[in-house]
Nanobody, 125 residues
Framework: QLQLVESGGGLVQPGGSLRLSCAVS????????IAWFRQAPGKEREGVACISTYPDNKAYEDSVKGRFAISRDNAKNTVYLQMDSLKVEDTAVYYC??????????????????WGQGTQVTVSS
């Protein structure tokens, strides 16, 4: 069974950076498509970024384009979300999620069948 564990969240000032990690283990860990989602208090969950199995096609939500970067290290079975130029409105619980093999990825949450427990990101001065 596939398992996802997020880490790397924390408190950062506006303009700062954080790198989130999503460790993927279990059956299918070496070919899963991975996405990052976030949910702020009182708001619906939204897709942030995704990366396909092969050949690492990526997609980003408009508000994070140019600031966030998703990547994967297949040797470590880990997907990263580098977040730069953070804004107060980026504050949320961030989740990674997995689906099976795909050439292209989606940030539609119903696509994904396995979810991590989430990590809190707070951007505040």
């Amino acid at each position: 069974q596939l398992q996802l564990v997020e880490s790397g969240g924390g408190l950062v000032q506006p303009g700062g950076s954080l790198r989130l990690s999503c460790a993927v283990s279990g059956d299918g860990s070496d070919y899963s498509t991975i996405a990052w989602f976030r949910q702020a208090p009182g708001k619906e969950r939204e897709g942030v970024a995704c990366i396909s199995t092969y050949p690492d096609n990526k997609a980003y939500e408009d508000s994070v384009k140019g600031r966030f970067a998703i990547s994967r290290d297949n040797a470590k079975n880990t997907v990263y979300l580098q977040m730069d130029s953070l804004k107060v409105e980026d504050t949320a619980v961030y989740y990674c999620a997995a689906e099976g093999f795909s050439v292209y990825c989606s940030t539609i949450d119903s696509t994904y069948h396995t979810w991590g427990q989430g990590t809190q990101v707070t951007v505040s001065s």
